[in-house]
Protein backbone atom coordinates (compact mmCIF):
# COMPACT_ATOMS: atom_id res chain seq x y z
CA UNK A 1 0.00 0.00 0.00
CA UNK A 2 1.09 3.24 -0.70
CA UNK A 3 0.18 6.25 1.11
CA UNK A 4 0.59 9.84 -0.36
CA UNK A 5 1.97 12.86 1.49
CA UNK A 6 1.31 16.74 0.26
CA UNK A 7 3.49 20.11 1.45
CA UNK A 8 2.13 23.46 0.94
CA UNK A 9 3.48 23.92 -1.91
CA UNK A 10 1.81 21.02 -4.17
CA UNK A 11 4.55 19.08 -3.91
CA UNK A 12 3.47 14.94 -3.51
CA UNK A 13 5.52 12.45 -1.57
CA UNK A 14 4.67 8.75 -1.97
CA UNK A 15 5.49 6.14 0.54
CA UNK A 16 5.46 2.86 0.82
CA UNK A 17 3.89 1.11 3.79
CA UNK A 18 5.93 -1.87 4.57
CA UNK A 19 9.29 -3.78 3.03
CA UNK A 20 11.21 -1.20 1.27
CA UNK A 21 12.75 -3.00 -2.26
CA UNK A 22 14.98 -0.07 -3.33
CA UNK A 23 16.55 -0.12 -0.15
CA UNK A 24 17.02 -3.53 -0.44
CA UNK A 25 18.88 -2.94 -3.95
CA UNK A 26 20.55 0.52 -3.29
CA UNK A 27 20.93 0.39 1.15
CA UNK A 28 21.66 3.42 2.03
CA UNK A 29 21.65 5.09 -0.94
CA UNK A 30 17.85 5.56 -0.88
CA UNK A 31 18.16 8.30 1.54
CA UNK A 32 19.27 10.49 -1.23
CA UNK A 33 16.70 9.53 -3.83
CA UNK A 34 14.34 10.55 -1.30
CA UNK A 35 15.76 14.35 -0.04
CA UNK A 36 17.17 13.26 2.84
CA UNK A 37 21.05 13.21 2.65
CA UNK A 38 22.25 13.67 5.92
CA UNK A 39 20.18 9.79 6.86
CA UNK A 40 22.37 8.88 3.64
CA UNK A 41 25.65 9.88 4.35
CA UNK A 42 25.00 7.92 7.98
CA UNK A 43 23.39 5.34 6.73
CA UNK A 44 26.29 4.59 4.51
CA UNK A 45 29.07 4.98 7.51
CA UNK A 46 27.13 2.85 9.12
CA UNK A 47 27.08 0.15 6.35
CA UNK A 48 30.62 0.08 6.06
CA UNK A 49 31.27 0.07 9.70
CA UNK A 50 28.72 -3.20 9.85
CA UNK A 51 29.92 -5.11 6.56
CA UNK A 52 26.40 -4.06 4.84
CA UNK A 53 24.74 -5.52 7.41
CA UNK A 54 23.25 -2.79 8.77
CA UNK A 55 21.28 -3.17 5.43
CA UNK A 56 19.39 -5.83 6.77
CA UNK A 57 17.56 -3.61 9.24
CA UNK A 58 17.42 -0.41 6.60
CA UNK A 59 15.10 -2.54 4.72
CA UNK A 60 12.38 -2.56 6.96
CA UNK A 61 12.49 0.76 8.89
CA UNK A 62 13.33 3.06 5.58
CA UNK A 63 9.56 3.89 4.88
CA UNK A 64 8.39 4.36 8.23
CA UNK A 65 11.41 7.12 8.98
CA UNK A 66 10.93 8.35 5.50
CA UNK A 67 6.72 9.36 6.27
CA UNK A 68 8.67 11.08 10.18
CA UNK A 69 10.88 12.76 8.34
CA UNK A 70 8.19 14.18 5.81
CA UNK A 71 5.73 14.36 8.21
CA UNK A 72 8.02 17.27 10.17
CA UNK A 73 9.29 19.09 7.26
CA UNK A 74 5.43 20.49 6.23
CA UNK A 75 4.17 17.37 4.58
CA UNK A 76 0.37 16.67 4.69
CA UNK A 77 -0.96 13.23 5.01
CA UNK A 78 -3.63 13.05 1.87
CA UNK A 79 -5.69 10.18 0.22
CA UNK A 80 -6.33 7.02 1.45
CA UNK A 81 -4.14 4.22 3.27
CA UNK A 82 -3.88 6.58 6.30
CA UNK A 83 -6.08 4.41 8.73
CA UNK A 84 -3.49 1.38 7.83
CA UNK A 85 0.00 3.34 8.00
CA UNK A 86 -0.94 5.45 10.77
CA UNK A 87 -0.89 2.38 13.54
CA UNK A 88 2.23 0.93 11.94
CA UNK A 89 3.99 3.73 11.85
CA UNK A 90 2.88 5.38 15.12
CA UNK A 91 1.75 8.46 13.43
CA UNK A 92 -1.17 9.99 14.94
CA UNK A 93 -2.34 12.62 12.10
CA UNK A 94 -5.88 12.30 10.36
CA UNK A 95 -5.49 12.17 6.62
CA UNK A 96 -6.85 15.45 5.13
CA UNK A 97 -9.47 13.93 2.63
Known amino acids: MIVSMQNDAGLTRQVKVG ?9 GFVYFFRG ?7 WLVLSVVTFGLSNLFLMFMINKASAHYYLEHGYKPVGPGWEIASPKWGITVAAAA
Request: hydrophobic residues 60%; charged residues 0%; aromatic residues 32%.
Open 19 to 27: FSWTAFFFG
Open 36 to 42: MPVHGLI
